[in-house]
């Protein structure tokens, strides 16, 4: 793959274009564009292809990831996937019927095109919060919520063992005592202290649900990570870097979560009724969420973004990559705290206000 | 003595200006740095503005909390000195359980943590707070 702004060079794009005609049986592809998507990693291109022939006869738009693993950072809030199990899986995901960029090719050899790498299709849509959230193209948003229950509950219907994502692992205890680990693990790392997430994974521990399944789950679902058409209709759910083996309702309790809702008034991710989402998940996996363990994951979705908020403004503050956006981040934790203790003010006599 | 109008009246009038005369013009492609820009310029001034009277408020209420005479601060330093020192051991303490329901000092506990965040909010996010009804 080249990198940004430099010519490919003949040899090289002779090469792609026979990789992919084998790949997609075709006699002939020629690549129309390869360029950088400026979305995702920095390394992700898009890639045009007209093939000749084959089952993809005519042009076809992909994106072209690499596989060489990212930069290692030390202060990670959550560990993320390499590319390499991210192509896994994204595989694993679209076998159960999820609707994801549907996984192409992987190239292991590094002398087509100077690093190895896995191609996907690419998907022309929507996914800023701020227009997906638009009634011009969701309308009341209770199709999609339905599409996005449906979805999420198939990537749920995968579990361990699994041969093909051997490489994820399995929670020591039950899910929510890993997430706690997690979260203080990091904290220790952190240059302050921080009571209020102290007293948020306190509450985690204390009010941990009694039985926890162990699902593929997605660990980012969001809105701003599913793609939508012009029409509101679901065309893709992205963002896989931090899947793993974990509770279902951890997706359903960050999807929910305050902190992704965009400002706006919808619980279900900014952009409608739980219900809707809800029920779109009880018509795949056979039974609604409870209300209670979804709330418990809210929280957690709140104490996890707050150390990722932290680890971010970490990168400006000391890890050489001074940039506002990073030093906001670490303003943001304030408000992730907020919700925190308004979350688990229950019993308490003193007066929390309306917040 | 410094001249006026003093730190936070400048950053006030600078981000009125940056949101009014400039943002407008910006193009899409830029928006999201410009916007953080004024979002960075209205932290800064509000905090600069609220000075150090909240920090001293919840040092207060972490001395009052472990019964300790009021800690000396004089200066900022031995403020935010202080100030460490007393959230290292709340946050030590919370996760020891020393403040689990069955505490009685539980409630002051969450009123304090809380306290402290809204100010915070305050400063970073007002319109939050507008939305929960605490403005």
């Known amino acids: ?355 | 003595m410094r001249d006026r109008p003093d730190a936070a009246d400048l950053l006030d009038a600078a981000c009125e200006t940056f949101a009014e005369h400039l943002l407008p013009l910006i193009p899409d492609t830029h928006r999201a740095p410009a916007q953080r820009i004024a979002m960075a310029m209205a932290i800064a001034a509000r905090e600069v503005r609220a000075g150090d009277e909240p920090l001293r408020r919840e040092l207060a209420a972490l001395a009052e909390l472990y019964g300790e005479s009021r800690p000396a601060a004089d200066t900022r330093e031995a403020l935010l000195r202080e100030l460490r020192r007393m959230n290292r051991r709340l946050a030590a303490d919370l996760r020891a359980g020393l403040f689990d329901p069955s505490d009685p000092r539980r409630d002051r506990v969450h009123a304090l943590l809380l306290s402290g965040t809204v100010q915070r909010v305050r400063e970073t996010n007002p319109r939050e707070l507008k939305a929960r009804g605490q403005a």
């Open chain 1, 1 to 355: 793959m080249t990198e940004r702004n430099e010519a490919l060079d003949a040899r090289t794009r002779h090469r792609l274009e026979q990789f992919i005609a084998a790949a997609a049986g075709a006699t002939h592809a020629a690549l129309v564009e390869l360029a950088p998507t400026g979305l995702g990693a920095p390394t992700d291109a898009i890639l045009r292809v007209d093939f000749r022939d084959g089952p993809l006869a005519g042009a076809q738009n992909f994106v072209m990831h690499s596989l060489t693993p990212r930069r290692r950072d030390e202060n990670v809030a959550v560990e993320t996937l390499t590319p390499a199990q991210e192509y896994a899986v994204l595989r694993a995901a679209f076998a159960a019927g999820v609707t994801v960029p549907e996984p192409m090719w992987e190239c292991l050899d590094p002398a087509v095109a100077g690093v190895p790498f896995f191609v996907t299709r690419r998907l022309a849509g929507i996914t800023d919060p701020a227009l997906v959230a638009d009634p011009a193209k969701i309308g009341d948003g209770r199709a999609l919520l339905g599409r996005l229950g449906e979805d999420i509950a198939r990537l749920h219907s995968i579990r361990p063992p699994n041969a093909d994502l051997d490489f994820l692992k399995i929670p020591r205890s039950n899910p929510s005592a890993q997430a706690i680990a997690d979260r203080r693990a990091f904290i220790d790392r952190h240059s302050e202290s921080h009571p209020v997430l102290e007293w948020g994974l306190r509450w985690l521990e204390l009010n941990a649900p009694r039985n926890s399944e162990i699902v593929l789950a997605h660990r980012d679902f969001r809105t701003g990570h599913y793609v939508i058409d012009g029409s509101g209709g679901l065309i893709g759910i992205v963002g896989w870097r931090y899947a793993g083996w974990g509770d279902p309702m951890e997706d359903i309790g960050n999807f929910c979560a305050r902190c992704w809702r965009f400002g706006a008034t919808g619980e279900a991710g900014g952009i409608g009724e739980r219900s809707d989402f809800y029920a779109g998940y009880a018509r795949i996996s056979g039974r609604a969420p409870d209300p209670g363990v979804v709330a418990y994951w809210e929280v957690a979705a709140h104490l996890r973004r707050a150390c990722m908020a932290l680890a971010e403004a970490d990168r400006h503050l000391f890890g050489g990559e001074p940039s506002l956006e990073h030093a906001l981040a670490g303003r943001l934790v304030a408000e992730l705290e907020l919700e925190i203790l308004t979350a688990t003010a229950e019993g308490l006599s003193h007066d929390s206000g309306n917040l």
